[in-house]
């Protein structure tokens, strides 16, 4: 497949959790735990917010946290901030010949 | 701290070629694979190529094998793509990224340059 598929867009209140799902086969999210989170704002770099399903990098707020079942992987940003406002891809390594691949993108809008 | 710099973007024509330049610092460049990831104007990101710290792996695209060229000078701490036979379709943003994890080209990219924007067209 050429893209993992995520909600094109999210919206939530500021203190509210949203979810953004990954979805994915087996060849990809449901048969490697190396599924990566980023976060892209307009005009910026894409920043890693979580690595290997779940994992925090340094720095990161432990109000972003990742999960996985099956072949769905999902981001999940709890207490939703302002500053939370951007674009989300996630990413897993594949067994095809194109070894990484990305999700679709999901805009998260905070009302 | 981290720093990847992308540099040799620009506007070239179909069929043309290009060589991308990434210089690293702030991190032991020979111990880590590297990857260029691409996104299209408005569009999501798409992973282009990886290279191992000793440049004995390396993977492509399927969008871009045959075409592209990966390389890395680990005495310059420099990462390159050599970009022939452009298309209109590879427009696009191109991102340095640093790779993480344990595997050889590592499992995901934990540091991302500011990227170098390269068009092709007429």
């Known amino acids: 497949q050429s893209a993992l598929t995520q909600p094109a867009s999210v919206s939530g209140s500021p203190g509210q959790s949203i979810t953004i799902s990954c979805t994915g086969t087996?060849?990809?999210?449901?048969?490697?735990?190396?599924v990566s989170w980023y976060q892209q704002h307009p005009g910026k770099a894409p920043k890693l917010m979580i690595y290997?399903?779940?994992n925090r990098p340094s720095g990161v707020s432990n109000r972003f946290s990742g999960s996985k079942s099956g072949n769905t992987a999902s981001l999940t940003i709890s207490g939703l901030q302002a500053e939370d406002e951007a674009d989300y891809y996630c990413?897993?390594?594949?067994?095809?010949?194109?070894?990484?691949?990305f999700g679709t993108g999901t805009k998260v809008t905070v009302l | 701290e981290v720093q990847l710099v992308e540099s040799g973007g620009g506007l070239v024509q179909p069929g043309r070629s290009l060589r991308l330049s990434c210089a690293a610092s702030?991190?032991?460049?020979?111990?880590?694979?590297m990857h260029w990831v691409r996104q299209a104007p408005g569009k999501g990101l798409e992973w282009v190529s990886g290279?191992?710290?000793?440049?004995?792996?390396?993977v492509y695209a399927d969008s871009v094998k045959g075409r592209f060229t990966i390389s890395r000078d680990n005495a310059k701490n420099s990462l390159y793509l050599q970009m022939n036979s452009l298309r209109a379709e590879d427009t696009a943003l191109y991102y340095c990224?640093?790779?993480?994890?344990?595997?050889?080209?590592?499992?995901?990219?934990?540091?991302w340059g500011q990227g170098t924007l390269v068009t092709v067209s007429s």
């Open positions: 990224a640093k790779a993480g994890g344990v595997s050889s080209l590592g499992d995901y990219f934990d540091y």
């Open positions: 702030g991190f032991t460049f020979d111990a880590y694979a």
């Open positions: 290279i191992s710290w000793s440049s004995g792996s390396i």
């Open positions: 087996s060849s990809d999210v449901g048969g490697y735990n190396y």
């Open positions: 290997e399903v779940s």
């Open positions: 990413s897993s390594y594949t067994s095809s010949s194109t070894l990484y691949i």
